[in-house]
Antibody, heavy 120, light 107 residues
Framework: EVQLLESGGGLVQPGGSLRLSCAAS????????MSWVRQAPGKGLEWVSA????????YYADSVRGRFTVSRDNSKDTLYLQMNSLRAEDTALYFC?????????????WGLGTLVTVSS | DIQMTQSPSSLSASVGDRVTITCRAS??????VAWYQHKPGTLPKLLIY???TLQSGVPSRFSGSGSGTDFTLTISSLQPEDVATYYC?????????FGPGTKVDIK
């Protein structure tokens, strides 16, 4: 069974950092693009970042470019999101999601998410 | 400016009604659009990709159409379990933006 399990969320002060992880099982991570998508409280889905199957290509939303870094360790079947200079508006439930193939960026399945709260 | 818009933002319909949600893309994205269903407290579910291809396991009452800049998601006969928010998403190239969502309720 294909599963994605996010971890690493929590409460952090503005300006702080967090690293999210997404552990994949049931498939070979290197053969799929992966992405992070977030949902702020009461808001819709917002695409955050994506990475190709090899890791050679990375993409970011304007709202996080320069502050967030996506990476992957295919040997550990794990996707990461390093989040620096966090702001209150980064407060959200962060989902990881699998693309379709190495460079196709629509998403299925999704994880259950990990909650990030940025507050003093 | 790359945008995905949806209309309406919310709707209320009766069980058995035909429901149509519209998504508009700027610029042209061919047929590189996907649709998702998201119920509160659950993970989002892929319904349709390539504008009109039904994901495996999705009920046939869901269908998609369109190309270029205008797309529609149709529920042919609304069921109580279809109460959710529906999102379109572009994937022709980055940014892989989602639309703002359409909340569907039962009247």
């Amino acid at each position: 069974e294909v599963q994605l399990l996010e971890s690493g969320g929590g409460l952090v002060q503005p300006g702080g950092s967090l690293r999210l992880s997404c552990a994949a099982s049931g498939f070979t991570l290197s053969t799929y693009a992966m992405s992070w998508v977030r949902q702020a409280p009461g808001k819709g889905l917002e695409w955050v970042s994506a990475i190709s199957g090899s890791g050679a290509a990375t993409y970011y939303a304007d709202s996080v470019r320069g502050r967030f870094t996506v990476s992957r360790d295919n040997s550990k079947d794990t996707l990461y999101l390093q989040m620096n200079s966090l702001r209150a508006e980064d407060t959200a439930l962060y989902f990881c999601a699998r693309g379709q193939g190495r460079t196709t960026y629509f998403f299925d399945p999704w994880g259950l998410g990990t909650l990030v709260t940025v507050s003093s | 400016d790359i945008q995905m818009t949806q209309s309406p933002s919310s709707l209320s319909a009766s069980v058995g009604d035909r429901v149509t949600i519209t998504c508009r893309a700027s610029p042209d994205i061919g047929t590189y659009v996907a649709w998702y269903q998201h119920k509160p407290g659950t993970l989002p579910k892929l319904l349709i990709y390539a504008a009109s291809t039904l994901q495996s396991g999705v009920p046939s009452r869901f269908s998609g159409s369109g190309s270029g800049t205008d797309f529609t998601l149709t529920i042919s006969s609304l069921q109580p379990e279809d109460v959710a928010t529906y999102y379109c998403q572009r994937y022709s190239s980055a940014p892989f933006t989602f639309g703002p969502g359409t909340k569907v309720d039962i009247k």
